[in-house]
């Protein structure tokens, strides 16, 4: 079992920037995908971006050209860079980490967009 702790959410105005954090118990070069995913109230779940072992990386419709996710591997972290935020973008974002027979997901940060 993987533990995640996310960090890094909080309330933004329009068009601002956040960084979120995923802290990983394991090495993630050993995780065969990591990613973020988000909740908002009333609405479904959505991928958002995901990153594989390999350093691949893809993300949701809604998320090019504005979020970046990347990874430190010496630190067992990933990373979800949120730029030009929207109030739609506003959701709990989770942590996940996949394995072949494994998936865990963390607690969840809150990213609140409003003026």
């Known amino acids: 079992q993987v533990q995640l702790v996310e960090s890094g959410g909080g309330l933004v105005q329009p068009g601002g920037s956040l960084r979120l954090s995923c802290a990983a118990s394991?090495?993630?070069?050993?995780?065969?995908?990591m990613g973020w995913y988000r909740q908002a109230p009333g609405k479904e779940r959505e991928l958002v971006a995901l990153?594989?072992?390999?350093?691949?990386?893809a993300y949701a419709d809604s998320a090019k050209g504005r979020f970046t996710i990347s990874r430190d591997i010496a630190e067992n972290t990933v990373y979800l860079q949120l730029n030009s935020l929207k109030p739609e973008d506003t959701a709990v974002y989770y942590c996940?980490?996949?394995?072949?027979?494994?998936?865990?997901r963390g607690q969840g940060t809150q990213v609140t967009v409003s003026s």
């Open positions: 996940y980490a996949e394995n072949t027979s494994s998936y865990d």
């Open positions: 990153i594989t072992s390999g350093g691949s990386t």
């Open positions: 394991v090495s993630i070069f050993t995780i065969n995908t």
